[in-house]
């Protein structure tokens, strides 16, 4: 399976890569360092803008970007300066200090989704909750209890809501029936129990078919599930944490990975850790949904 290296971004944490069609580029966030980065297909360009908070995940919003960031919901712009610029749309309260939001993006009607989580995943406290932005500056709580919300994704036809729990302790990817006149999840069950696969659940996409594709952390591949949770294929990519992957190019049927760079230890088996790399799946995706505001 053919992978190719994009960017050598060296991301402490990149996560959330967005397909953005009308540039024909790949954004993506670093979390810690709190960038937004962008790759563009047609030179390879890599640009960077810097923000004041941690960028967790984004999804299009009009000429901009929607955030989950430390303290809440933003709206972002990327300046000529470099600069990230940032409007608070919706506060939020932690359940306790050293959290921020983590995993997000549109479901398929435009609300945005994110979920959050303490950031010292050592802690094992399960203080996160899961929430939907209705873009009126309401900020709805929909889950609680969870220690690392990841691999949120909708179906198609938007009537199916994945979402996983990256903590070694849970490892398990649910799925819910989802109303999407409401923007509701109910019936939760299990998908898949990742125990069973090589790696932790993290970033996640869905292709035209259906599937689930999402990122074996500490394993450095990349699964796809069919709509009954039978495991179908896995792509290796030269790093051990793959964060999260995404659909994109001219047809949508390049998956780009983001990847992430742990500090603090020997990284001579994986010196490309923090790299961003695109894959050929064998399938396409879809276009990712914008915000609706």
């Known amino acids: 399976m053919n992978c190719e290296l994009i960017v050598d971004a060296r991301n402490a944490t990149g996560e959330s890569p967005v397909w953005h069609a009308g540039e024909q580029a790949l954004y993506w966030a670093d979390i810690p360092a709190r960038q937004l980065h962008r790759w563009r297909a047609a030179d390879g360009a890599h640009q960077v803008w810097q923000g004041d908070e941690m960028l967790a995940c984004i999804a299009r919003s009009g000429d901009g970007w929607v955030a989950g960031m430390e303290s809440g919901i933003f709206q972002v712009t990327a300046t000529a300066d470099g600069r990230l610029d940032s409007r608070l749309l919706s506060p939020v309260t932690h359940a306790r200090d050293g959290m921020r939001f983590n995993d997000g993006r549109c479901d398929r009607q435009g609300r945005f989704w994110a979920g959050t989580m303490v950031m010292d ?41 994945y979402l996983s729990d990256s903590h070694p302790s849970v490892q398990t990817v649910w799925v819910f029936d989802y109303d999407t006149d409401t923007g509701t999840p109910r019936n939760q069950r299990v998908f898949v129990d990742m ?73 001579s088996d994986q010196p490309l850790a923090g790299g961003v790399f695109a894959l050929d799946p064998g399938t396409k995706g879809l276009e990712e949904p914008a915000a609706r505001y």
């Open 121 to 161: 995943m050592q802690q094992g406290v399960p203080a996160g909750a899961l929430y939907r932005h209705d873009g009126e500056g309401r900020l709805h709580r929909q889950l609680d209890g969870m220690l690392v919300p990841n691999g949120l994704a909708f179906s198609p036809d938007g009537r199916l809501m």
């Open 195 to 267: 125990h069973d696969h090589p790696g932790r659940p993290d970033g996640a996409a869905i292709d035209q078919d259906g599937c689930y594709w999402i990122c074996g952390n500490d394993a450095g591949l990349i699964h796809r599930f069919t709509p009954d949770g039978r495991l179908d294929r896995s792509l290796e990519v030269p790093v051990k944490k793959p964060a999260m992957c995404a659909f994109g190019g001219a047809n949508l049927d390049t998956l780009f990975v983001t990847s992430i760079r742990p500090g603090g230890v020997d990284l």
